[in-house]
């Protein structure tokens, strides 16, 4: 079965084609708040324009704007194509990639940015697991409920290391390769938006005299 991974959660945007098990193909840019102008035109440079018979997409915690664009251009992807959907996490992602790559590495937290300072935040175990919730906190109190030998990965680490400069870290964004290490429990949550924490924008409140109205 051939998988079209969506990531578009931080300022990275990627996309990756995996078949049984491979990469056979993926993209992979830094575009800040530009997922919307580049995703489309990244997933029709892969093979067969990405087409595939399920679709994984990162579902946040992450940027507002960039898990909707994601999630938004999986619906109308799997509508069209009749794929399946399912999404997962940006933290357990990462997470994943960290014990893929430090084979040593028992135990770890990801770090990501959030909104108004925050991070989120989440600790996991080899195999993956997660050993706790995930939390959106000022970096101070992040950095307070951390073990002080517990590896950090992401790219909300600066801002533990402008309070700890000794803590080891490694700033490191998703990548949707990195899903061919999801096992199949983390790869299975609904297609809706982790935000974290609430959007800034609300929507408008109804103007005076409006409830009752029919189109």
């Not at 990462?94 to 014990?99: G, H, K, P, T």
């Amino acid at each position: 079965m051939r998988t079209l991974v969506i990531e578009t959660a931080t300022a990275a945007c990627s996309v990756a084609l995996i078949d049984q098990d491979q990469v056979i193909a993926q993209r992979h840019e830094v575009v800040g708040r530009g997922h919307a102008e580049r995703l489309i035109a990244m997933i029709a440079e892969l093979p067969d324009g990405g087409r595939a018979t399920r679709i994984l997409v990162d579902c946040g915690p992450g940027s507002f704007t960039g898990i909707r664009v994601g999630i938004a251009a999986a619906r109308g992807l799997a509508l069209g194509w009749g794929a399946t959907l399912s999404g997962y996490s940006s933290l357990a992602l990462l997470a994943a990639a960290a014990f893929g790559r430090n084979p040593a590495c028992s135990d770890l937290a990801v770090v990501l940015e959030g909104g108004h300072g925050e991070v989120f935040m989440q600790a996991f175990a080899a195999p993956l697991r997660a050993t706790a919730p995930f939390t959106s906190l000022r970096p101070e109190a992040a950095l307070e409920a951390l073990s002080p030998d517990l590896a950090l990965f992401g790219n909300g680490v600066r801002f533990i290391t402008a309070i700890d400069p000794l803590r080891p870290v490694q700033d490191v964004l998703p990548d949707a390769a990195d899903a061919v290490s999801l096992p199949p429990a983390f790869a299975a949550l609904p297609p809706v938006p982790i935000y974290g924490r609430a959007p800034d924008a609300k929507p408008a409140a109804p103007k005076a005299g409006a409830a009752g109205l029919v189109a």
